[in-house]
T-cell receptor, first 114, second 114 residues
Framework: DAGVIQSPRHEVTEMGQEVTLRCKPISGHDYLFWYRQTMMRGLELLIYFNNNVPIDDSGMPEDRFSAKMPNASFSTLKIQPSEPRDSAVYFCASSSPLTGRGYTFGSGTRLTVV | AQSVTQLGSHVSVSEGALVLLRCNYS??????LFWYVQYPNQGLQLLLK??????LVKGINGFEAEFKKSETSFHLTKPSAHMSDAAEYFCAVTDKAAGNKLTFGGGTRVLVKP
């Protein structure tokens, strides 16, 4: 298995631009999670899905952030418009109760908004 | 509600010395417990997990952790530190009531001195 695949690995964009981060979970995993990691706040859960349905989006910082999971093999996290304070590493992770509930994380997308 | 406390955001050990990272959790039902490691510029990688059964759990890279219900603890140890153990370590908890949602501790950054 190729693991959880995120793209792009690095993204540099100008303030005000739209940014889309992508994630392909492990096949068969029915949970997908989006996290943000910064030095100041550590690891924050933004949103998670179960069977492609958003379950908890209480961690999404504001309306500029949106996430979708149109099918079991693909999810996106979109920021529009982006701001410098959105600069962080964004991780996607997938999981299944059948695998003992541990998460498999992707390598992350390092976002820099200038 | 679940919570995880990792004592010490930074730990410094000498190469060859014992590594001990402390983790205490709160959960109203039997927990599932995890330790993850994050190397620089990488995603989180599962080190070990406790779900049921034997309370002493062995993981990768010579690490182990012991689940102590009476102390609500899941401390991580390694008898002899190696330079390659320099990383950030995260403790996490979930249970059946939380579904597949993990609650992470704040992380402990380990520095290994030669």
């Amino acid at each position: 298995d190729a693991g959880v695949i995120q793209s792009p690995r690095h993204e540099v964009t100008e303030m005000g631009q739209e940014v889309t981060l992508r994630c392909k979970p492990i096949s068969g995993h029915d949970y997908l999670f989006w996290y943000r990691q910064t030095m100041m706040r550590g690891l924050e859960l933004l949103i998670y899905f179960n069977n492609n349905v958003p379950i908890d989006d209480s961690g999404m910082p504001e309306d500029r952030f949106s996430a979708k999971m149109p099918n079991a093999s693909f999810s996106t996290l979109k920021i529009q418009p982006s701001e410098p304070r959105d600069s962080a590493v964004y991780f996607c992770a997938s999981s299944s109760p059948l695998t003992g509930r541990g998460y498999t994380f992707g390598s992350g997308t390092r976002l820099t908004v200038v | 509600a679940q919570s995880v406390t990792q004592l010490g955001s930074h730990v410094s050990v000498s190469e060859g010395a014992l590594v001990l990272l402390r983790c205490n959790y709160s959960s109203s039902v039997p927990p599932y417990l995890f330790w993850y490691v994050q190397y620089p510029n990488q995603g989180l990688q599962l080190l070990l997990k406790y779900t049921t059964g034997a309370t002493l759990v062995k993981g990768i890279n010579g690490f182990e952790a012991e689940f102590k219900k009476s102390e609500t603890s899941f401390h991580l140890t390694k008898p002899s530190a190696h330079m390659s153990d320099a990383a950030e370590y995260f403790c996490a908890v979930t249970d059946k009531a939380a579904g597949n949602k993990l609650t992470f501790g704040g992380g402990t950054r380990v520095l290994v001195k030669p």
